[in-house]
């Protein structure tokens, strides 16, 4: 039955204090409305408050509220009072003696009342039936439709808040976003006992609330994996960036027992990109998000497990076996790993920046806060191919979007058609040979300071929103060590070893190492945190693929 399936869990509810009379609200409900709707009833004003918290945080919806006028504590007039704050939209019916009914007609006007009825109300199909079906049709044709997703109250200005949003966003887990100055985002902090001083607040789907979880909490509770389900593997991937994930698609494919570990979200930098366009066989482009969707449905089909979550701090040698160490202390083990873990953007050292990162600076978010800054001036700093790709997203809603860039142009680091896109978009423009000398702003980004490089000139200008995409920094400190790195942190790797092309003073087998092949045998690299790699996402994948190959290579011969 349609209507069935579509209300499947929106609740009539109905309060009593005579459980007789309780019980005799509820069959006649059931008797007519049990196939489609669900019936609650409880016994005091309180206990119903309290069900209607525990709907409210679970994202169920409350058509109808039944309420008996006479009940000690609270009667039903204070209940709907403040039933009101926390499903507004519900339908509202007052159940009354005949003595009762002056109290009644008063209620219309305190708590917006619907209707209310007389007791008794037999027979049902003349007294009740009739008026919970015209309650029931107008609700139905309001808005308020369930949203089966994640919830998070925050406040625009938090730091934290950004975070968690762009972990949902960035692991596909669907989330509404309510601010916590908002009526319905006050309501749900008011059902999970939160005064709001502690944010974000994350409602799961099922109800259950997490005051400012941090990333492990989340990931647990909204359903990715962050466990591992075994003690040894054949190959721990670590890093879910395109590298990473071609390596899991691959190894898990030819029969590989693969891991992958992500510290954050799968997608890596690529991931954050609004339109990739030169990937091969995507002639109209494709977007970081659904080519990392698909690639982690991919690795998961073959029957790859991927870790979302969890941070790996160390890389041990145990005889044949390589040993992953996280952070909370446990580990895994394997007979190989590739080291995928990507770079990060380096951060702005000018003044102001790290106190108001996620409070208008962000790093490689502009898919999550693009709605919040529609209509505003926004700076992009950077001026690679994903500070093009961030300035072509953004300037769909924006006013206006500046780049700024150190260099007199933007031919040496962008791809030929992302500067044509740039010069064509009118609301888009470029100031070279400039750089971000301070942000400035109490809770939020207010103004910065530009400085042009040939001149040494400062000007102060009005920004809200500034998103940096400059350089590249490698993750990886926690292999020091252990994995021989150049200057620069980037793992090195075959004949890159070593100035001559000899293997390294340490290596012990008879071969040199194959060529993403780091200096600890079975150990190998791919992608942006090779040093001399091409970062590009095309190369990234190839190397998460070749390095499979070798992996399987050196298997044969251990």
């Known amino acids: 039955m349609a209507q069935a399936a579509e209300t499947a869990r929106t609740v009539i509810l109905t309060v009593d204090d005579d459980p007789g009379v309780s019980r005799a609200v509820a069959r006649d409900l059931r008797r007519r409305y049990g196939e489609s709707y669900r019936i609650v009833r409880a016994e005091s004003g309180e206990s119903a408050l309290e069900a209607l918290r525990e709907l409210k945080l679970r994202g169920d919806l409350v058509a109808v509220i039944l309420a008996d006028y006479r009940m000690p504590q609270m009667n039903g007039i204070e209940f709907l009072e403040q039933a009101l704050d926390v499903y507004p939209g519900a339908r509202r019916v007052l159940l009354t003696a005949y003595a009762d009914t002056n109290a009644a007609i008063d209620a219309i006007n305190v708590v917006d009342l619907d209707h209310y009825l007389l007791k008794p109300w037999d027979p049902p199909e003349e007294k009740l039936y009739p008026v919970l079906d015209d309650l029931l049709q107008a609700w139905r044709c309001s808005d308020f439709r369930p949203v089966p997703s994640t919830k998070v109250v925050g406040h625009r200005w938090s730091a934290r808040s950004s975070e968690v949003r762009e972990f949902l966003a960035r692991n596909q887990v669907p989330y509404r976003w309510y601010s916590a100055d908002e009526p319905e985002g006050q309501r749900l902090l008011a059902a999970a006992g939160q005064d709001g001083q502690r944010l974000p607040l994350v409602i799961t789907p099922e109800g259950a609330p997490l005051v400012a979880p941090e990333a492990p909490e989340l990931a647990a509770q909204v359903g990715l994996a962050t466990t591992p389900?075994?003690?040894?593997?054949?190959?721990?991937?670590?890093?879910?960036?395109?590298?990473?994930?071609?390596?899991?698609?691959?190894?898990?494919?030819?029969?590989?027992?693969?891991?992958?570990?992500?510290?954050?979200?799968?997608?890596?930098?690529?991931?954050?990109?609004?339109?990739?366009?030169?990937?091969?066989?995507?002639?109209?482009?494709?977007?970081?998000?659904?080519?990392?969707?698909?690639?982690?449905?991919?690795?998961?089909?073959?029957?790859?497990?991927?870790?979302?979550?969890?941070?790996?701090?160390?890389?041990?040698?145990?005889?044949?076996?390589?040993?992953?160490?996280?952070?909370?202390?446990?580990?895994?083990?394997?007979?190989?790993?590739?080291?995928?873990?990507?770079?990060s953007y380096r951060q702005l050292e000018a003044p102001g920046c790290i106190d108001l990162t996620g409070c208008g600076v962000y790093y490689g978010s502009a898919l999550?806060?693009?709605?919040?800054?529609?209509?505003?001036?926004?700076?992009?700093?950077?001026?690679?191919?994903?500070?093009?790709?961030?300035?072509?997203?953004?300037?769909?809603?924006?006013?206006?979007?500046?780049l700024l860039v150190r260099g007199p142009d933007l031919s040496a680091s962008m791809s030929h058609y992302l500067i044509q896109q740039i010069n064509e978009a009118p609301n888009i423009s470029v100031r070279a040979r400039t750089v971000v000398e301070a942000a400035h702003g109490s809770d939020h980004l207010e103004q910065l300071t530009l400085r042009d490089v040939d001149t040494g000139q400062t000007e102060l200008v009005d920004a809200q929103w500034m998103f940096v995409f400059i350089g590249a920094a490698p993750l990886t400190d926690w292999l020091d060590g252990t994995v021989l790195r150049d200057d620069h942190g980037f793992i090195l790797a075959g004949p890159d070893l070593s100035a001559d092309g000899r293997p390294p003073a340490d290596w012990e087998l008879d071969r040199p190492p194959y060529h993403l092949e780091t200096n600890i045998p079975g150990v190998f690299v791919a992608g942006d945190a090779r040093a001399e790699s091409a970062k590009r996402v095309a190369s990234a994948v190839g190397e998460g693929a070749m390095a499979v190959m070798l992996v399987h290579r050196y298997l044969e011969q251990s």
């Open 229 to 343: 389900t075994a003690e040894f593997y054949d190959l721990v991937v670590i890093g879910g960036g395109p590298a990473g994930l071609g390596a899991a698609v691959y190894g898990a494919s030819e029969g590989l027992r693969t891991v992958l570990v992500e510290r954050s979200a799968t997608g890596g930098q690529a991931g954050q990109s609004s339109r990739i366009e030169n990937y091969l066989g995507f002639p109209d482009g494709v977007s970081g998000g659904q080519l990392t969707d698909r690639a982690r449905r991919q690795a998961a089909k073959f029957g790859a497990e991927i870790l979302t979550a969890r941070d790996v701090t160390a890389l041990e040698i145990n005889g044949a076996a390589r040993v992953v160490r996280f952070s909370d202390g446990s580990a895994i083990a394997a007979h190989s790993v590739i080291l995928a873990t990507g770079v």
């Open 368 to 402: 999550t806060e693009a709605a919040s800054c529609h209509g505003h001036d926004i700076y992009i700093v950077g001026g690679a191919n994903s500070a093009g790709q961030a300035a072509m997203y953004l300037s769909k809603g924006a006013k206006s979007v500046t």
